[in-house]
């Protein structure tokens, strides 16, 4: 099966530090990579569409100089939360797209950012 | 108003009963349709896609779409306790994978043993 992988699991960081949050598509191919953030009881929201090779495309109302996006080959994508504060605590979700299969996402397990 | 709505619950029923759970959307654009089960801290699993309007049913699962209606529900056939979890619709305009998804908030169903 597609599987997806996310690291860290979860962080714990000050607040005013940069956090890396990698995912990787582990037995397939991935040109295409979203990333959700979902708070607690509420749905997941897409922040931005990472596709192989080139610039990220953020929703409305994400702040790309905030969260810097890598999608450097066909199996990492990485999220940073630059300068990071206690509004950004959240569950970061990535997903991914089979190169094959153009119809369903893969999503890793998510990982649990705490900013103190 | 929010593009999808769902009922966040929790839902509570006995085991072996058959679950309903819907959401209702407001962008006629959408074409695609899928739920997709998340235990607690995890990452979403998908259940069931489906296409425009009509039923589609895997196993104890049944997925069905009423685009006239803006209105999707799943079925849950002789649930089982490990059923429990959040139970997320979410929907596209151009294919599950092409774009992002717009996801409702998810239902908290509990099987009662």
């Known amino acids: 099966g597609a599987v997806v992988s996310q690291h860290p699991s979860r962080v714990i960081c000050k607040s005013g530090t940069s956090v890396k949050i990698e995912c990787r598509s582990l037995?397939?191919?991935?040109?295409?990579m979203f990333w959700y953030r979902q708070f607690p009881k509420q749905s997941l929201m897409l922040m931005a569409t990472?596709?192989?090779?080139?610039?990220?495309?953020?929703e409305q109302g994400v702040e790309k100089d905030k969260f810097l996006i890598n999608h450097a080959s066909l199996t990492l994508s990485t999220l940073t939360v630059t300068s990071a504060h206690p509004e950004d605590s959240s569950f970061y979700i990535c997903?991914?797209?089979?190169?094959?299969?153009?119809?369903?996402?893969?999503f890793g397990p998510g990982t649990r950012l705490t900013v103190l | 108003q929010k593009e999808v709505e769902q009922d966040p619950g929790p839902l509570s029923v006995p085991e072996g009963a058959i679950v309903s759970l819907n959401c209702t959307y407001s962008n006629s654009a959408f074409q695609y349709f899928m739920w997709y089960r998340q235990y607690s801290r995890k990452g979403p699993e998908l259940l069931m896609y489906?296409?425009?309007?009509g039923n589609k049913e895997d196993g104890r699962f049944t997925a069905q779409v009423d685009k006239s209606s803006k209105y999707i529900s799943l079925f849950i056939r002789d649930s089982q306790p490990s059923d429990s979890a959040t139970y997320l619709c979410a929907m596209s305009e151009t294919g599950g994978g092409a774009d992002g998804l717009t996801f409702g908030k998810g239902t908290h169903l509990i099987i009662q043993p």
């Open positions: 037995d397939f191919q991935a040109t295409t």
């Open positions: 489906t296409y425009s309007s």
């Open positions: 997903s991914a797209r089979n190169r094959r299969d153009y119809n369903e996402q893969f």
């Open positions: 990472s596709n192989e090779g080139s610039k990220a495309t953020y």
